[in-house]
């Protein structure tokens, strides 16, 4: 079985879904020749070109409204933040516009807003937010927030190739995580709950 870290099992979940699906691309600060804050679109750039790897200004509503518009025509965004705690700043984007979409007309907005989250990384108040709970009560959206790099690398599969705007949260202290055994079977229901017991 493969070794990965949460950090790698992200990436490589996102470079097999642009590879798989040419309506997938990637949005975001510092995303193409710096490849993220935390290095996730490490070589995304260079393998996938600048059209699908978009690097923006440090301005959350306009990537989730661009994100938004593209989703809208058929595209499949990832946009990345280099800190949820900025998500505030796009908080009318996503949850006026982005979740009510489908409500309001029945259009699908396959998009995915994804970062990294959490505190206990002597990250200052500016970065160690966790403001998941202001999304899973907002109709419309769905909020992942995996624990293992199975999981990660599931459920960012599962969330780009929804069809509804999915927030998904990297806990930053999972980032660094040593080497965890990981298989993932792409056949996975990664929507359902998976009981996990210690022996």
Sequence with gaps: MPQL?????????IWEEMERDPTVFCIGE????????????DGFIDRFG?????DTPIAES???????????????????????DFIACAMNQI??????????????????????SGGGVHGGPFHSQNPEMWFVHNPGLKVVCPATPYDAK??????IRD?????FFEHKSKEKS?????????GRPVWCARAVTSA
């Design 163 to 167: 069809n509804n705007p999915v927030v």
């Design 5 to 13: 870290t949460y950090l790698e099992a992200i990436r490589q979940g």
């Design 178 to 186: 040593r080497k965890t055994t990981m298989l993932f079977r792409s």
């Design 62 to 84: 306009a990537i989730v409204g661009s994100a938004f518009g593209a989703s809208l025509t058929g595209m499949r965004p990832v946009a990345e933040f280099q800190f949820m």
């Design 95 to 116: 949850s006026n516009m982005v979740a009510k979409t489908h409500y309001l007309w029945g259009a699908p907005a396959p998009l995915v807003v994804r970062g990294p």
């Design 30 to 41: 510092d995303i193409g020749i710096y490849g993220g804050a935390f290095k996730i679109t």
């Design 154 to 159: 599931g459920l960012i599969k599962a969330s």
């Design 50 to 54: 600048p059209e699908r790897v978009i």
